[in-house]
């Protein structure tokens, strides 16, 4: 079981910016970002493969950038012009590789999730 752990979360005026960070255990080939706000289902936000190739939800395209760092084991969310929708969990996981890494292939392990807010 890989332990995830992110940091980074807070309450941010909209149009401001946040950097979410999550430490894993041991580096993996696939790797995403979700967040879940109340009574939403959880959303695939961005994932990232060893070779850093990033994918994106098309509602953070040109807001978020995922990145990583395989050395420390660290990925990483910048998140620009947030918007008060943005507002939820964010978790980080690893997600199964299927030939190629998406934040549609199956999770196997969740960090505890760090609380965004953003207000309007």
């Known amino acids: 079981q890989v332990q995830l752990v992110e940091s980074g979360g807070g309450s941010v005026q909209a149009g401001g910016s946040l950097r979410l960070s999550c430490a894993a255990s041991?580096?993996?080939?696939?790797m995403g970002w979700f967040r879940q706000a109340p009574g939403k289902e959880r959303e695939g936000v961005a994932s990232?493969?060893?070779?850093?190739?990033?994918r994106y939800a098309d509602s953070v395209l040109g807001r978020f950038t995922i990145s990583q760092d395989n050395a420390k084991k660290s990925l990483f969310l910048q998140m620009i012009s947030l918007k008060p929708e943005d507002s939820a969990m964010y978790y980080c996981?690893?997600?199964?590789?299927?030939?190629?890494?998406?934040?549609?292939?199956?999770?196997?392990?969740w960090g505890q999730g760090t609380q965004v807010n953003v207000s309007s």
């Open positions: 990232i493969d060893r070779d850093g190739r990033p």
């Open positions: 041991v580096s993996t080939s696939c």
């Open positions: 996981a690893t997600l199964a590789w299927v030939g190629y890494c998406s934040s549609a292939n199956r999770p196997y392990s």
